[in-house]
Nanobody, 126 residues
Framework: QVPLVESGGGLVQPGGSLTLSCGAG????????IGWFRQAPGKEREKIVC????????IYEDSVKGRFTMSRDNAGNIIYLQMNNLKSEDTGVYYC???????????????????WGQGTQVTVST
């Protein structure tokens, strides 16, 4: 059983929007910082955005600034990634992850995060 579960991916046209969800059965997500990562075909997994326990959002990927944001539904134990004005280069598998910290570990690369979901595919194409 994976600790985190992503959903909401799919096929969307350029300029469209998607909202991804990250749920957890084992953790209370409101107690921890949660990161979203993206792995494009043939590329390494990259950290794109993170929300801290106090809801401070840090964007690590310049290309998503002004288009992507995160939010919490604490009652539902869900983290959302809202993606607007999607571009073809946003295509990839999106993962949520946590290290059970209450802050976003800026210097940690993907390989350093401990708990992951299985990923959800996002394809931006006409």
């Amino acid at each position: 059983q994976v600790p985190l579960v992503e959903s909401g991916g799919g096929l969307v046209q350029p300029g469209g929007s998607l909202t991804l969800s990250c749920g957890a059965g084992e953790f209370t997500l409101e107690w921890h910082a949660i990161g979203w990562f993206r792995q494009a075909p043939g590329k390494e997994r990259e950290k794109i955005v993170c929300i801290s326990k106090t809801d401070e959002i840090t964007i690590y990927e310049d290309s998503v600034k002004g288009r992507f944001t995160m939010s919490r539904d604490n009652a539902g134990n869900i983290i959302y990634l809202q993606m607007n004005n999607l571009k073809s280069e946003d295509t990839g598998v999106y993962y949520c992850a946590t290290d059970l910290l209450d802050y976003c570990p800026d210097l940690e690369t993907a390989s350093m995060w401990d708990y992951w979901g299985q990923g959800t595919q996002v394809t931006v194409s006409t």
